[in-house]
């Protein structure tokens, strides 16, 4: 059974610009989660979602925002890029009904 | 919400030694408590997890257990070896919050051969 796949892996954008980043969970999941990772703030929850809802939502500014497809399949987005928002940011799939949480390698998005 | 602090933030022991990692939690409807493991340059792994309902649980040479009273919960690693070097996460959440993992600091664990 194939994991839970990130793309791109590696991002360069500049501030102001804008980034979509794509999930695609393990076959069978229907919750997508999504974590910002950084060596200041640790591993910090942005938002969850369940059968295209957004089941839960982080303390995070509306610049950024999610998605989810029919197919589980999640997409998250963030406008106007600061220098703060560099981080890796991780997506992870569970069945939907158990906590246990499977991560992506992450898109390491850097912003100059 | 919850707040979840992990101690130490980094630890060193000599291979074949144990290691143990503790961890606080803040709100006592938290009742799922996993422990991811992530490597240099790669994912977060499950490792181990624990529902309140549990006290302990053990696979092989890792084991976790739960104080519900304290708050607190630790993993223990014993017969440590070189790949268990990796930095380790604690986390928490409230089944009814849905998949709403609260993450410790982490731990940077060195197993020294």
């Known amino acids: 059974k194939a994991g839970v796949t990130q793309t791109p892996r590696y991002l360069i954008k500049t501030r102001g610009q804008q980034v979509t980043l794509s999930c695609s969970p393990i076959s069978g999941h229907r919750s997508v989660s999504w974590y910002q990772q950084t060596p200041g703030q640790g591993l910090q929850f942005l938002f969850e979602y369940f059968s295209e809802t957004q089941r839960n939502k982080g303390n995070f500014p509306g610049r950024f925002s999610g998605r989810q497809f029919s197919n589980s399949r999640s997409e998250m987005n963030v406008s106007t890029l600061e220098l703060g928002d560099s981080a890796l940011y991780l997506c992870a799939s569970s069945f939907g009904g158990d906590e246990k949480l499977f991560f992506g390698s992450g898109t390491q998005l850097s912003v100059l | 919400g919850e707040n979840v602090e992990q101690h130490p933030s980094t630890l060193s022991v000599q291979e074949g030694d144990s290691a143990v990692i503790k961890c606080t939690y803040s709100?006592?409807?938290?009742?799922?408590f996993p422990w991811y493991k992530q490597e240099l340059g790669k994912r977060p792994q499950l490792i181990i997890d624990i529902r309140s309902n549990v006290g302990e649980k053990k696979d092989q040479r890792i084991a976790v257990t739960l104080n519900k009273t304290a708050k607190h919960f630790s993993l223990h690693i014993t017969e440590t070896q070189p790949e268990d070097s990796a930095v380790y996460f604690c986390?928490?959440?409230?089944?009814?919050?849905?998949?709403?993992?609260?993450f410790g600091g982490g731990t940077r664990v060195l197993v020294k051969p």
């Open positions: 986390a928490a959440s409230n089944e009814a919050a849905g998949n709403k993992l609260t």
């Open positions: 709100d006592s409807a938290s009742n799922y």
